[in-house]
């Protein structure tokens, strides 16, 4: 058994068979046709000499396994090219079910996908508690379900609610959790894994059983009526024409007992009719985007351990707080202490609800260090300034930090709408300035635009990128013009939003409207979100100097309305959320009287060359603006139009 290219199998002196997958020309494992196919035919050689317990564990540093090989989804033309692939991993993962000794899959980093359904197919789990570890079957996300076993064995091991929550959510856990659950039976620091998977095996304990209510609940009728409760909560946040795969994952649980294989052509459920619709091509593209974004982090050549925010306001104390959350050491600088105290205060439960343990809480809460002096300013090697937008004030402060920061600091601006050029004269050396543009909330939006100016020297890009993804954002290098990028192409659309409840449509059908073209959140709710002064502003700066702002804005903020963190804009906002009537029917054309101008200006900036291509720009709307991401992003939206 050692003439492979993926597999390695060795016996030791116990009798126990380990069997390790490295997947070749790869520092990533994954479940390609040639990794599955050399797996059934390890299968062929242990049940020819049966080993007295098998562990299946990862070769590679990175993690356990990734999930099938995405790569090769490109690769379906037909329903019968789809069924095939399913079929592949359903068939050889119920022969790794039926063997008839002992198996094990020691899970370590990441676990996703068909990695988890390969690990559901083994009688036993143990998992390494680090922070790479995490488990999850994320194929909602790509617009498909899982059809290796997943929707099968899942809510068997947990129960139908904690089963049916990641089926449906796509979330992923980590190893404690996965402990806790049931999904694990057994959750190890990393120098005790293989013993333990070893003893376990020896053991060779009976599998975990539900207990008996959990077990009534997998059972007919209740099983239909879970289902329709938990398509109802699906709807409140995925219609069903524009996210069929929920829905598909629910019939299959409720009608086919999880079985991809066993809908019939035609049925809506059906693995052909869910690879074919366009939401599963564009999700599987925005997938694509993604990683691409995540590889331009990683050639930055440097480590990053402290960074100084200055400004305490909404947006420099939540990056502050998040840059905590993901290990560093932040310094936060404001006037005084207590301009610092708010920002502490959210960072504070923020940490509380990302962290749950007390422990890493009060960690976190240490690497957070008010700073009213600006001492950290010396020993950062990330600057990040997030105060107003005043261009003065930001010259000054610039020319300040760039005397006290270290040769090799990052100094960033946060700026949303000022164009670095303005700035950067303030500097002996404007080439040392760059833009970190985080977006609002910091905690959810996923994006960091990498803002380029004229002066920027070209080689602290892949250093900007590289700490975005160092707090596990994603980085998309523009060019320094007004509103960059997302500014940019959202301000048309949320002008277009206000005037539209200028001419007489209430907030609430503007919002209905947009959600109906599939934004996961209407332009008025948004423009609250942002800040209805920071949508003046960038309105103003992207050319609105002559056009007298919408008379609803102009009045909100006359009365020091400014949306969600004032607790009053369009809508008036209670613990966090906005107060909305019914809305109305919505008027005909009206979502695309909204998204029109955005689109106009996609196009715009990329002939301007804002964004290096399509795909890019793509990407920044979908992961900066909430585009629609089952439409794949503007261009690729239009293109699809026009065919």
Known sequence: MSNYRHWRCERD??????????????????????VL???????DGLLAAPPKGLVILSGKDSGFVAGADIDEFGLIESADDALALVRRGWDTFNRLASLPFPTLALIKGFCLGGGLELALAC??????????????????????????????????????????????????????????????????PPRIMMNTARGVLKANPPPRALPFLQRLMLQAPLKGFIAKQAAAKVAKKARREFYPAPYAILDLWSRYEGNALAAPAGDPSSIGHIFE?????????????????????????????RVHVVGAGVMGGDIAAWCALRGLTVSLQDQSAERLAPAMGRAAKLFKERLKDPRRVRDALDRLIPDPEGRGVARADVIIEAIFENLDAKRQLFAKLEAQARPEALLATNTSSIPLEQIAPAMRDPGRLLGLHFFNPVARMML??????????????????????????????????PGFLVNRILAPYLDAAMRAVEDGIAPEVVDEAALAFGMPMGPIELADTVGLDICLAVGKLLGGEGRAAPA??????????LGKKTGQG?????????????????????????????????????????????DLLDAGAIFGTGFAPFRGGPMNHLDQRAT
């Open 570 to 614: 369009y809508y008036t906002w209670q613990a966090g959320k906005p107060q909305k009537a019914a809305a109305a029917a919505v008027p005909a054309g009206l979502a695309e009287r909204l998204v029109a101008p955005l689109l106009a200006e996609a196009q715009k900036c990329l002939a301007e060359g804002i964004v290096d291509d399509a």
């Open 277 to 305: 619709t366009p939401t599963a091509k564009n999700l599987i593209r925005v997938f694509k985007l993604q990683e691409r974004l995540k590889a331009l982090g990683k050639d930055g050549g440097r480590e990053f351990r």
């Open 552 to 561: 609803r804005l102009t009045e909100a903020l006359t009365g020091g309305h």
């Open 123 to 188: 009688r036993y789990r143990v998992v390494v508690e680090e922070p790479g570890t995490r488990l999850g079957l994320p194929e909602v996300m790509l617009g498909i379900v899982p059809g290796w076993g997943g929707m099968l064995r899942l809510p068997q091991l947990v129960g139908a609610a904690a089963g049916l929550d990641l089926l449906l959510t796509g979330k992923t856990i980590d190893a404690k959790k996965a402990k806790r659950l049931g999904l694990a039976d057994e959750c190890v």
């Open 37 to 43: 196919e050399e797996l059934g035919q390890m299968l």
């Open 13 to 34: 002196a116990e009798g126990l068979a380990w069997l390790t997958l490295d997947r070749a020309e790869t520092g990533t494992n994954s479940l390609s046709r040639e």
């Open 448 to 481: 960091v635009e990498i803002v380029v100016g004229a002066a920027t020297r070209p080689e602290l890009v892949a250093p900007a990128a590289s700490f975005a993804r160092r707090i596990d954002r994603l980085p998309l290098p523009v060019k320094s013009a």
